[in-house]
């Protein structure tokens, strides 16, 4: 019985093991692909990617900031504001990509 329970507890012990390696190799991989997609089709300083970054914001707070700098003549402040705005939501859209081919990668070794 002791046998068992100890056979058991080590191969429990090795599934968490490869899970945990896992985990890790799909952050890795999730990393590796968002920073691809930002160097490339995500970069968020493309013209269209700007447009679309803008278009689709929804964090009014940081837009009446970003208005408020340019009534105030702030507009290099108000450029740092819609930047962050715009890179925020790439990254956004590239980690949720990423997450998706990892997963999908993942899925193919499993």
């Known amino acids: 019985m002791l046998c068992s329970f100890d056979s058991d507890l080590r191969a429990e012990m090795a599934r968490q093991d490869r899970a945990e390696a896992r985990g890790r190799e799909r ?6 692909e ?10 968020p300083l493309a013209p269209a990617n700007f447009y679309e970054a803008v278009a689709e914001t ?11 700098a340019l009534r105030e003549g702030r507009h290099e402040h108000a450029g740092q504001i819609l930047e962050a705005l715009t890179v925020s ?12 081919i990892a997963n999908r990668l993942m899925a193919g070794d499993a």
Do not use: C
């Open 27 to 32: 952050d890795r991989l999730v990393e590796i």
């Open 34 to 43: 968002a920073a691809r997609l930002l160097d490339g089709d995500f970069d």
């Open 58 to 68: 929804v964090d009014t707070m940081s837009v009446g900031r970003m208005l408020n």
């Open 89 to 100: 939501y790439w990254q956004r859209q590239a980690q949720r990509r990423a997450e998706t």
